[in-house]
């Protein structure tokens, strides 16, 4: 359950990190602080999962 809500969130960071640059309506200010922002808080998932790594148990990698 773990590793799929923590895959989620990194494709949701993936998305927006595509979109923000598209946002031509924004400030290039604005766009580059959500960037930042989303840059971060990557930082802060992947330092949980580090921190809380019996929640994520790493998939088996099955050998050909």
Same mark, same amino acid.
């Given at each position: 359950?773990?590793?799929?809500?923590?895959?989620?969130?990194?494709?949701?960071?993936?998305?927006?990190?595509?979109? %923000?640059?598209?946002?031509?309506?924004?400030?290039?200010?604005?766009?580059?602080?959500?960037?930042?922002?989303?840059?971060? %808080?990557?930082?802060?998932?992947?330092? %949980?999962?580090?921190?809380?790594?019996?929640? %994520?148990?790493?998939?088996?990698?099955?050998?050909?």
């Amino acid at each position: 359950y773990f590793n799929q809500f923590k895959d989620n969130l990194f494709a949701g960071m993936e998305y927006y990190r595509g979109l %923000f640059p598209k946002m031509l309506q924004e400030t290039r200010d604005s766009r580059e602080r959500a960037m930042a922002e989303l840059h971060s %808080f990557k930082n802060k998932l992947k330092e %949980f999962i580090a921190n809380h790594s019996h929640l %994520f148990p790493q998939p088996l990698l099955v050998s050909a």
